[in-house]
């Protein structure tokens, strides 16, 4: 009985590591929510080290595209659906002082606009786009 016992409380803990969603955008930046979707968020993860990964935004991010400089990404601020943020990411930046790879943003749509005019990325598409999030 004993067995039985740690073999479901072994069980339990191999299924509950990982992420509750990880989805691959571009090289290694993912959208990752470690529990919930309202936890998704743009990480970088380092290859060198086994599911290390670092946020780069805050959740709710429920839309992301990229080419082949630049990923973008719209965000509700902690699941507030009435606000919607952008987000520009340089794809070849590397981690800053401050930690955030280069991250333009938040902006609001205008801002949004107005900056992927100056940065010629007008081409880039939301083509992944979390329905139950958005």
């Known amino acids: 009985m004993k067995k039985i016992y740690w073999g479901y409380i072994i069980l339990i ?65 902690n699941d507030n659906r009435q606000i919607i943020n952008y987000f520009i990411l340089p794809i070849k930046s590397k981690r800053n002082i401050n930690g955030n790879f280069g991250l333009i943003g938040p902006l609001n749509l205008v801002e949004f606009e107005i900056k992927r005019r100056q940065l010629n990325i007008t081409s880039i598409k939301f083509d992944v786009v979390y329905k139950e999030l958005e």
């Open 13 to 77: 803990l191999l299924s509950s590591c990982g992420f509750a969603i990880k989805k691959k955008i571009v090289g290694n930046y993912y959208l990752i929510a470690t529990d919930t979707g309202e936890q998704l968020g743009l990480s970088y993860c380092d290859p060198k080290d086994n599911n290390g990964c670092f946020g780069i935004t805050e959740g709710t991010v429920f839309s992301a595209g990229h080419n082949e400089n630049y990923i973008v990404a719209k965000q509700h601020p």
